[in-house]
Structures are given as structure tokens and as C-alpha cells.
């Protein structure tokens, strides 16, 4: 069988594959940079993404940039987390 696709970045989830969306959106509009896999594990348990890369979204690893908790249970993001491209930023000017 093959492995899930993540539903932000369309990427098979194969082991050693990092999402693609660097950045969060919170309810405020502030973009921070999301938690990247980082705990001495080469791989992810959870989404296969590699050692420095951001987790695919619905990790249960990925920990809130705000908080320290665990994203997908945390409430800084009001329940909407909206994921974004680092090139998305850049262009956006000023
Ligand atoms: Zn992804
Ligand atoms: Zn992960
Ligand atoms: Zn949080």
C-alpha cells in the first residue's frame, strides 16, 4: 500500500518528504514559522517528514510556534490554521 497524501501540500507523505507550507497563519493575520521536525529522529513517526523539515499538517508532533503545545490540539490559531508557501510571504511586498 502506499502512503497518505498530505491535503496542504499534495505530496505523498514517503518517508524523508517535509511539507512544503514553511508558515502559519494566525487568526490576527501575523504569519509565524511552523515547528519543523526536530527531535534527533531522522524521520518523523508521525508524517515521514525529514530532520529540519516542517511536518505534514494533522501531525501529532508538530508542536505550536506560539504555545509550545501540540498543534493540532492547541487553541492559538482559533480552530482555523491556515498554512502558507514562505514565496507566498515574499511576494506579498512592502
Ligand atoms: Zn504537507
Ligand atoms: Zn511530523
Ligand atoms: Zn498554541
Known amino acids: ?27 490576527n493575520g501575523n504569519v509565524v514559522k511552523r515547528d519543523i521536525q526536530g527531535f534527533g529522529q531522522t524521520i518523523c513517526h508521525d508524517c515521514n517528514s525529514h530532520l529540519g523539515g516542517p511536518h505534514h499538517y494533522g501531525c501529532d508532533a508538530e508542536r505550536c510556534p506560539i504555545c509550545g503545545g501540540q498543534l493540532i490540539s492547541c487553541d492559538c490559531f482559533g480552530g482555523t490554521i491556515k498554512l502558507v508557501h514562505y514565496t507566498a510571504i515574499n511576494t506579498k511586498g512592502d
Open 1 to 27: 500500500m502506499g502512503y497518505a497524501n498530505c491535503k496542504d501540500c499534495e505530496q505523498e507523505m514517503t518517508p524523508g518528504t517535509a511539507c512544503k507550507f514553511t508558515h502559519i497563519v494566525m487568526k
